[in-house]
C-alpha cells in the first residue's frame, strides 16, 4: 500500500478501495516504470532471497 501512495500520491483510502489483485498490478506496474527509468548493468537484488547469504 504504502508503495502504491508513495509513487502515485495516493491516499490510504484511495488505494484500500483497491482490490488485491488491482494493487499487485499496480505495484508491478511501478516497479516496471522504475527500471525503465533506471536501467542498470547489474541486475537488481531481490532483499528475499535468502539463499544467496546461506553458506
Known amino acids: 500500500m504504502s508503495f502504491i501512495s508513495y509513487y502515485f500520491h495516493w491516499s490510504r483510502e484511495d488505494v484500500m478501495k483497491l482490490d488485491?489483485?488491482?494493487?499487485r498490478k499496480w505495484c508491478s506496474e511501478i516497479s516496471?516504470?522504475?527500471?525503465?527509468?533506471?536501467?542498470s548493468d547489474k541486475?537488481?537484488?531481490n532483499i528475499f532471497d535468502i539463499n544467496k547469504y546461506r553458506k
Do not use: G, V
Not at 488485491?20 to 494493487?23: C, M
Not at 516496471?32 to 536501467?39: D, F, G, V
Open 32 to 39: 516496471e516504470i522504475n527500471k525503465s527509468l533506471n536501467p
Open 20 to 23: 488485491h489483485k488491482s494493487r
Open 43 to 45: 541486475e537488481s537484488e
